[in-house]
């Protein structure tokens, strides 16, 4: 229970020190000393403390509900208030309490505007009534901002008030403003410090894994060098600095409105430089305090110094904080405290953090990470939040999820789901209400656990080689589901085997068989929530060392090995050349293995001349085999390029994005041979090799400039077609088959047709963009830092999106081909129809 008492001695030892140095601030200034007198009321406090967080005193409680449209949500699921929303509020201020304080809610329309006098509510917190029902208040309309005062009763203290915000608007709304910004990163930083304690205390071995999550979900700073100190001392080092902790969050920020700073900017900037405010450095708190101290600049009455008060709700109750301990002698003391703003509500942005990766619904513990949002996690403005999916008769499921900011996402709960009920691949959806407001978060590539067969891929079908560590892949949808992969030989021992997911239908298993025998041998695959595991039979084989043949070309530095057993190989010599062996992988049952050489082969040696490569092994074995040098690989080099932009309105941000129906035109100029040849083409793939192309002087998409230099034409839908997307890259292809080296080219980006934007009369409502093939955005803003954007969900098919109202004509576009790059489209704004 909050008693007042507690804090009257209070006796600020260090206000001398402090009027010295801001004296010397105002001095630069040219402000004047009364203004000092006024600001210091507010700062001398924090000073007093310098050490000490920041609003940590305890101050009063206060029950808040709100009421909207027929439904009561408590004050914590509320991040913003609308016009016509009923506030019940109920003091908890104990019997004995020695002053009698008044309660006064005062709603404000901005700094220009003063508020009409039926605009202030007061409550006498002793009143009998009062104390056993509270009051309630109605958000008036056109009203912006809330603000609650406890304010001493004395004579005339209510008009008193009332008349001190209604001559200085501006400077409540902006007090109202960086409360309310303090206390949600007060939210933000308090489940920080909470989650740390709690790893720390459970287990400190998890703590750095467990830690980067929870600071992803918060949005907080982590000092990497605490991990490399012992355990015991992680946890107290990661909470250290609690100021310099709190990272910038775009939504929370679009919650709170920014208004220009007052007069007084240049004094207040000096208290934040100095020492006792924090020398200077961030702090989620030090805002509130600064910018409380510029209302103390422009107003202060006989009676009266106005004082914050953080806003902490926990269900219904705002728990008050205070950085400053109240006065109850003249000019006493009133604490003023934010309520949420007035206003649309500003849903939460979460994104996916790995939109393409699948999860199994059936896994233990399963987390779907997400992040963009840290209020999400740090206060109770989200609930309510479902995984809704649907069943293969079609039919809605919505499944419990919790935020679970040290796990980095939303747990979810799927003990009750029936996996027959499902498909083997679907989709799911976050849902949940923001306060009043439903809203729809990110969408999850989901895998539903059941049996299956495992495929061991082709070149794989003989890859268990007895008498070393060897690797194969297995594929199946249901990679993403698998718990445990074991291995036993024809005598039932187990083989120790280790897997990982390559891909989401691709497992990697490497398994020892280097006191193995050959003989068949059977996998056992356990998938999450499955009770028998899958059975894959298989075969371990014996293969000796054999050297097939070693190619080089003239001019190269690497070349290929391939036979069996190349993990032996240690070294190559050629010809004085020194090669070590880099990358081993099978092709067509064989081994291949790259080896290079610092420097190229020499270049005396000619194309076709039989030379012996002596083939080191790591057994100290050595072994010749017979080489023939081919022909040089042609060469080219890339001189310039030119992207002609297609008929789509969206001016692409990045200059190496391709629209899909532009043109691409560059310039090559050969190295080898020494003239271009005209039977040479080059060849233009995707990086993932799943489209090619290849342009020619034949059919004119080559043309010669001079001897040496070609202008390649490259026309993506023509070439490729309407569904490829990604980098680009060419490589020249002599007559007789030889490949060059991949160089990079560009990245085909597939753009919508948009036609224009329709919007209502109503500015704060959102605008609908009309065009074609809109599947192909990623999100949609108003602002080009895409702090209001919309995100367009996995198969959208609509020729209308929801965005927010563009800046003028402008849109800011990320497309879904390239999600990192903002692109532009100004677009005609009409009427909504």
Same mark, same amino acid.
């Given at each position: 229970m909050f008693c007042f008492s507690q804090l009257c001695g209070y006796v600020d030892s260090n206000w001398q020190e402090l009027l010295s140095e801001l004296s010397a601030s105002i001095q630069r200034h040219h402000l004047i000393f009364g203004l000092l007198l006024s600001s210091l009321v507010f700062t001398s406090a924090s000073a007093a403390a310098a050490d000490a967080p920041a609003f940590d005193l305890p101050g009063p409680r206060i029950k808040v509900n709100v009421t909207r449209a027929g439904r009561t949500l408590p004050i914590s699921e509320v991040p913003n208030l609308q016009a016509g929303d009923r506030l019940w509020l109920y003091p908890e201020i104990p019997k004995s309490q020695s002053v009698h304080y008044l309660m006064i809610v005062a709603f404000l329309r901005g700094s220009t505007n003063p508020p009409p006098e039926q605009w202030f509510v007061k409550a006498e917190t002793w009143n009998k009534k009062v104390r056993d029902e509270g009051i309630v208040i109605t958000v008036p309309e056109e009203s912006q901002q809330a603000l609650l005062f406890l304010?001493?009763?004395?004579?005339?203290?209510?008009?008193?008030?009332?008349?001190?915000?209604?001559?200085?608007?501006?400077?409540?709304?902006?007090?109202?403003?960086?409360?309310?910004?303090?206390?949600?990163?007060?939210?933000?930083?308090?489940?920080?410090?909470?989650?740390?304690?709690?790893?720390?205390?459970?287990?400190?071995?998890?703590?750095?894994? @467990?830690?980067?999550?929870?600071?992803?979900?918060?949005?907080?700073?982590?000092?990497?060098?605490?991990?490399? *100190?012992?355990?015991?001392?992680?946890?107290?080092?990661?909470?250290?600095?609690?100021?310099?902790?709190?990272?910038? /969050?775009?939504?929370?920020?679009?919650?709170?409105?920014?208004?220009?700073?007052?007069?007084?900017?240049?004094?207040?900037?000096?208290?934040?430089?100095?020492? %006792?405010?924090?020398?200077g450095a961030y702090s989620p708190y030090v805002g509130a305090i600064v910018d409380v101290a510029r209302m103390m600049e422009n107003f202060h009455t006989a009676g009266y110094r106005y004082i914050p008060a953080l806003a902490l709700p926990k269900h219904e109750e705002l728990n008050l904080k205070l950085n400053n301990p109240p006065s109850f002698h003249k000019p006493m003391s009133v604490l003023v405290t934010g309520l949420p703003a007035i206003e649309a509500a500003q849903l939460?942005?979460?994104?996916?953090?790995?939109?393409?990766?699948?999860?199994?619904? +059936?896994?233990?513990?399963?987390?779907?990470?997400?992040?963009?949002?840290?209020?999400?996690?740090?206060?109770?403005?989200?609930?309510?939040?479902?995984?809704?999916?649907?069943?293969?008769?079609?039919?809605?499921?919505?499944?419990?999820?919790?935020?679970?900011?040290?796990?980095?996402?939303?747990?979810?709960?799927?003990?009750?789901?029936?996996?027959?009920?499902?498909?083997?691949? %679907?989709?799911?959806?976050?849902?949940?209400?923001?306060?009043?407001?439903?809203?729809?978060?990110?969408? %999850?590539?989901?895998?539903?656990?059941?049996?299956?067969?495992?495929?061991?891929?082709?070149?794989?079908?003989?890859?268990?080689?007895?008498?070393?560590?060897?690797?194969?892949?297995? +594929?199946?949808?249901?990679?993403?589901?698998? /718990?445990?992969?074991?291995?036993?030989?024809? @005598?039932?021992?187990?083989?120790?085997?280790?897997? *990982?997911?390559?891909?989401?239908?691709?497992?990697?298993?490497?398994?020892?068989?280097?006191?193995?025998?050959?003989?068949?041998?059977?996998?056992?695959?356990?998938?999450?929530?499955?009770? @028998?595991?899958?059975? =894959?039979?298989?075969?371990?084989?014996?293969?000796?060392?054999?050297?097939?043949?070693?190619?080089?070309?003239?001019?190269?530095?690497?070349?290929?090995?391939r036979g069996t057993r190349l993990d032996e190989v240690s070294s190559l010599e050629l010809e004085n050349s020194h090669f070590a062996p880099g990358e081993l992988a099978r092709a067509e049952g064989k081994d291949q293995l790259l080896l290079s050489s610092p420097s190229p082969?020499?270049?005396? #040696?000619?194309?076709?001349?039989?030379?012996?490569?002596?083939?080191?092994?790591? /057994?100290?074995?050595?072994?010749?085999?017979?080489?023939?040098?081919?022909?040089?690989?042609?060469?080219?080099?890339?001189?310039?390029?030119?992207?002609?932009a297609g008929t789509s309105v969206i001016h692409l941000g990045n200059a190496d994005d391709l629209p899909q129906d532009g043109q691409l035109t560059f310039f090559l100029k050969t190295e080898t041979p020494a003239t271009f040849p005209r039977t040479e083409k080059i060849e233009v793939a995707t990086e993932d090799g799943s489209a090619e192309s290849l342009l020619s002087l034949a059919d004119g998409t080559l043309v010669l400039q001079d001897s040496q230099t070609v202008l390649a034409t490259l026309r993506p839908l023509k070439n490729f077609g309407a569904s490829v997307f990604g980098p680009l890259r060419l490589r020249p292809v002599s007559e007789s088959g030889e490949l060059g080296d991949w160089q990079?080219?560009?990245?085909?980006?597939?753009?919508?047709?948009?036609?224009? =934007?329709?919007?209502? /009369?109503?500015?704060?409502?959102?605008?609908? #963009?009309?065009?074609?093939?809109?599947?192909?955005?990623?999100?949609?803003?108003?602002?080009? +830092?895409?702090?209001?954007?919309?995100?367009?969900?996995?198969?959208?098919?609509?020729?209308?999106?929801?965005?927010?109202?563009?800046?003028?004509?402008?849109?800011?576009?990320?497309?879904?081909?390239?999600?990192?790059?903002?692109?532009?489209a100004a677009l005609p704004v009409l009427p909504e129809q």
């Open positions: 304010a001493p009763e004395t004579g005339g203290d209510f008009g008193t008030l009332r008349s001190a915000v209604r001559g200085k608007p501006g400077a409540f709304v902006r007090a109202s403003q960086d409360l309310n910004q303090a206390a949600l990163d007060r939210s933000r930083l308090d489940k920080y410090i909470a989650g740390i304690k709690e790893m720390s205390d459970d287990d400190p071995r998890a703590l750095h894994e @467990r830690s980067l999550l929870l600071a992803r979900s918060l949005k907080m700073k982590v000092d990497q060098q605490c991990f490399d *100190k012992p355990t015991e001392e992680q946890a107290p080092c990661l909470t250290r600095n609690t100021d310099q902790l709190v990272l910038d /969050d775009g939504h929370s920020e679009s919650m709170v409105s920014v208004l220009t700073s007052g007069p007084g900017s240049d004094l207040v900037g000096a208290i934040s430089a100095t020492k %006792f405010a924090g020398g939460p942005p979460l994104r996916a953090v790995e939109p393409k990766q699948v999860f199994c619904l +059936q896994r233990s513990g399963l987390v779907l990470p997400a992040d963009g949002a840290p209020l999400v996690f740090s206060t109770d403005f989200a609930h309510d939040i479902v995984l809704h999916v649907q069943t293969k008769a079609g039919l809605a499921i919505d499944l419990p999820v919790t935020a679970d900011a040290a796990r980095g996402g939303f747990m979810v709960d799927a003990h009750n789901l029936r996996a027959g009920d499902l498909n083997s691949g %679907f989709t799911g959806t976050l849902h949940g209400y923001w306060g009043f407001q439903p809203f729809e978060g990110p969408a %999850f590539q989901l895998q539903n656990a059941h049996p299956v067969k495992w495929v061991l891929t082709s070149e794989d079908s003989t890859a268990l080689i007895v008498g070393r560590q060897d690797a194969f892949h297995l +594929q199946s949808e249901s990679a993403p589901c698998v /718990d445990q992969v074991i291995m036993k030989d024809q @005598r039932g021992k187990p083989l120790k085997a280790t897997w *990982k997911l390559l891909k989401a239908d691709e497992l990697e298993v490497e398994v020892p068989l280097k006191e193995e025998s050959a003989g068949p041998v059977l996998m056992l695959v356990a998938q999450s929530g499955l009770t @028998r595991p899958d059975e =894959v039979p298989m075969q371990m084989y014996s293969e000796a060392a054999h050297l097939d043949t070693f190619t080089i070309n003239a001019g190269d530095q690497q070349g290929a090995l082969l020499s270049p005396a #040696l000619q194309p076709g001349q039989r030379l012996v490569a002596h083939v080191a092994l790591k /057994d100290g074995r050595l072994l010749n085999l017979e080489t023939v040098v081919e022909p040089p690989r042609p060469r080219v080099t890339l001189l310039n390029k030119n992207v002609q990079p080219l560009a990245k085909l980006v597939r753009v919508p047709s948009l036609k224009e =934007v329709r919007c209502p /009369d109503t500015p704060d409502k959102p605008c609908s #963009l009309i065009g074609q093939n809109l599947f192909l955005i990623d999100s949609v803003a108003s602002d080009s +830092q895409f702090a209001h954007s919309v995100p367009v969900p996995i198969g959208y098919a609509d020729s209308a999106l929801t965005v927010p109202r563009p800046n003028g004509t402008l849109l800011y576009i990320k497309l879904r081909d390239d999600p990192s790059t903002v692109n532009t």
